[in-house]
């Protein structure tokens, strides 16, 4: 199985940058569709991006032109970019996989593999 492990979160300000990192560990995330979720306090998860295995990427209508999704194949490592950050982009922020060879879905429910979460707050 593969064990997503995220790092990067803390405080920026409106309109600054921040880079999400979720490196694998058991496995590599080859073949493994992943995805990146957010859960503000209150609320359930809600997708923010993703990116298949053939490299394809889906972006919630929210973040889409300010966020980026990648992959570090070497180092095996999924990136959430995050420019021009806003107040209601605040919430912990999950890394998950769904199982091999799936396609991308947008629904929390359809990932199998979480990471532990990191906290992402922006301040106005």
């Known amino acids: 199985q593969v064990q997503p492990v995220e790092s990067g979160g803390g405080l920026v300000q409106a309109g600054g940058s921040l880079r999400l990192s979720c490196a694998a560990s058991g496995r590599t995330f080859s073949n493994y569709p992943v995805g990146w979720f957010r859960q503000a306090p209150g609320k359930e998860h809600e997708f923010v991006a993703a990116i298949t295995w053939t490299a394809g990427t889906h972006y919630a209508d929210s973040v889409k032109g300010r966020f980026t999704i990648s992959t570090d194949n070497a180092k095996n490592t999924v990136y959430l970019q995050m420019n021009v950050v806003k107040p209601e982009d605040t919430a912990v922020y999950y890394c998950?996989?769904?199982?091999?060879?799936?396609?991308?879905?947008?629904?929390?429910?359809?990932?199998?593999?979480w990471g532990q979460g990191t906290q992402v707050t922006v301040s106005s």
């Open positions: 998950a996989a769904r199982s091999a060879y799936l396609g991308v879905s947008y629904s929390a429910k359809e990932y199998s593999y």
